[in-house]
């Protein structure tokens, strides 16, 4: 056979049911988001680390740069994540210049975090890194295939928040 008649080979099927793990197979749509959404944070973290952040640590940001100063316990139910975490999330921050936490002047067992002038250096850096991560993560798709995704994976949220009696506030 001439190098001309060669038959192409069969483009991979990222989805391709003989590739999967064995207990994987009737979730081949559920081990492919399980594969990007952690190459997703992996990817965030290395483009976070550059403004001295860990993985989590912007959502917090976020959400504290849009709303000012919240409560702690309003805070971990914000960004849906173990006390401890948030926490130990907080500290760090903390300790960087980026937050402060101070007893709620309404309720003095309550604490308030609030974003600090300092954090603001970080938000053009947090913006940066997360339009840096949506092109590595889009390359190649058409603004429309990257609309139809957005919606796909919004009702995909849906199904799942549904499923687990519900989500909070994704608006940070």
């Not at 959404?37 to 483009?47: E, N, P, S």
């Not at 907080?90 to 974003?115: C, F, M, N, Y």
């Not at 938000?123 to 889009?138: F, K, Q, S, Y």
Request: net charge neutral; with cysteine.
């Amino acid at each position: 056979m001439s190098a001309s008649q060669e038959v192409a080979a069969p483009q991979a099927d990222p989805l391709c049911i003989d590739k999967l793990p064995s207990a994987a197979r009737g979730g081949p749509v559920s081990h492919a988001i399980s594969r990007v959404a952690r190459l997703h944070r992996t990817t965030a973290a290395r483009l976070l680390r550059g403004a001295g952040l860990y993985p989590g640590q912007e959502f917090v940001m976020m959400h504290l740069w849009d709303r000012g100063a919240v409560r702690q316990s309003d805070l971990i139910k914000a960004v849906d994540l173990d006390p401890s975490t948030v926490t130990k999330m907080l500290q760090r921050l903390e300790q960087s210049g980026h937050v402060t936490r101070s007893p709620d002047p309404k309720d003095r067992r309550a604490v308030l975090v609030e974003a600090t002038e300092k954090s603001c250096g970080l938000l053009d850096e947090v913006t940066l890194a997360w339009a840096g991560l949506e092109e590595r993560a889009l390359a190649g798709l058409s603004p429309a295939e990257r609309t139809q995704l957005a919606g796909l994976l919004s009702r995909i949220e849906a199904n799942l928040c549904t499923e687990t009696g519900g989500c909070p506030a994704q608006d940070s």
